[in-house]
């Protein structure tokens, strides 16, 4: 059948894979075709993902990506890889006078120093094949900030920085390097999130007219990233909203 | 727990409301420049000097200084 967003005979390394964004992706990607090597800290969850996988050859990581050891290993291990998704991340709430130096470590090392280790490690030991995908999980919220999400959106417009440095310097091999910025996505991650209370959350939805995303609407956008189908973008942003920007 | 330990911490997070105008009693919601910011600074306050994580739910409850207080009280030990 004629499919332009197949991924067909790609291995595809999702981070976060056992919960919301990272999951759905995993599993969606497994549908299309492509073997999925799954990291995450969460091994139980990743446990649980692994058979709901379709077909065959995948594999899961447990560990923390903040671990040099960690991402070692990870990069020896790892077959050659057509795409990564780095898609584990954290989120805050501290508004900004009572920011501190380890809050802003805790979201950093996780939402943007360990994709850029990550890679490093992956790219010198040449496991991101000639005209791969690397898509970056920023999110709508480095550019619209609420209260309380100030080091987040830090740390996600830092992302959408550095991801164009990787499109711009690996474009020789033609792997190309793009971000999807996500507006409210239900996931476990909102349950993180003590500032919005139930009687807020109505209020927030109402000023979606889609409605709030679901992880499957980011999958969707990866998938199209991680495709042939996109061979031409790369050091792009794509926001995500549910009309609610309009 | 010290009560007017805890309404100077309160007090702390206005720019304009000093402390003196505070009781255990007041409706902070009635202060001209309540805010989100100030509840989410509220929010932080108790983390930070009480080790309690208030959730959004209690803090749209809470109409007093007493009802924050009381939840922090009923979650700490200090
Ligand atoms: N949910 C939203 O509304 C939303 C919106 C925009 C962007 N995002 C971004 O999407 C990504 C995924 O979010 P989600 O909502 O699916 O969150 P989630 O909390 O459901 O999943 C995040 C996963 O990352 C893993 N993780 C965290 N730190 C790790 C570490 N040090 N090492 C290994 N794994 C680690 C967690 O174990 C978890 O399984 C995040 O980067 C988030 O910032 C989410």
């Known amino acids: 059948m004629y499919n332009p967003y197949s991924l067909d005979g790609k291995t595809i390394l999702i981070t976060g894979a056992a919960s919301g964004i990272g999951k759905a992706t995993s599993i969606e990607c497994s549908k299309v075709g492509a073997k999925v090597v799954a990291v995450d800290l969460n091994a139980e969850g990743l446990n649980a993902l692994m058979p709901q996988l379709e077909g065959e050859g995948h594999i899961s990581f447990a560990g923390n990506l903040c671990?040099?050891?960690?991402?070692?290993?990870?990069?020896?291990?790892?077959?050659p890889l057509d795409g990564v998704f780095l898609c584990a991340g954290v989120s805050d709430t501290t508004p900004v006078k009572f920011i501190t130096e380890e809050k802003i470590d805790r979201v950093m090392s996780v939402n943007l120093v360990a994709p850029i280790m990550m890679l490093k490690q992956l790219l010198i030991m040449k496991k991101i094949n000639k005209g791969g995908s690397l898509v970056?999980?920023?999110?709508?919220?480095?550019?619209?900030?609420?209260?309380?999400?100030?080091?987040?959106a830090a740390s996600k417009s830092a992302v959408n920085g550095i991801m164009r440095a990787y499109a711009k310097e690996l474009i020789a091999r033609k792997i190309r390097s793009n971000s999807i910025m996500?507006?409210?996505?239900?996931?476990?991650?909102?349950?993180?999130?003590?500032?919005?209370?139930?009687?807020?959350?109505?209020?927030?939805?109402?000023?979606?007219p889609l409605g709030f995303g679901s992880p499957l609407d980011v999958a969707y956008a990866a998938i199209y990233l991680f495709s042939d189908a996109s061979r031409w973008i790369t050091g792009t942003q794509i926001k995500m909203d549910g009309g609610s920007n309009l | 727990m010290d009560e007017k330990q805890f309404i100077?911490?309160?007090?702390?997070?206005?720019d304009e409301t000093d402390?003196?105008?505070?009781?255990?009693?007041?409706?902070?919601?009635?202060?001209?420049?309540?805010?989100?910011?100030?509840?989410l600074s509220v929010m932080a306050m108790c983390a930070e000097e009480y080790d309690v994580i208030l959730s959004a739910n209690e803090m749209e409850n809470a109409n007093r200084i007493s009802d924050v207080y009381n939840i922090v009280k009923a979650k700490t030990n200090k």
């Open chain 1, 67 to 79: 671990a040099e050891g960690f991402l070692k290993e990870l990069s020896e291990q790892v077959p």
């Open chain 1, 182 to 208: 996500p507006m409210m996505i239900r996931t476990e991650l909102l349950s993180t999130l003590n500032n919005i209370s139930d009687k807020n959350w109505e209020k927030q939805e109402a000023m979606y």
């Open chain 1, 136 to 152: 970056w999980m920023s999110s709508y919220g480095a550019e619209k900030v609420e209260p309380g999400l100030g080091i987040y």
């Open chain 2, 8 to 14: 100077q911490y309160f007090a702390e997070q206005f």
């Open chain 2, 19 to 39: 402390a003196s105008q505070l009781t255990l009693d007041t409706k902070f919601r009635d202060i001209d420049e309540w805010s989100s910011v100030i509840a």
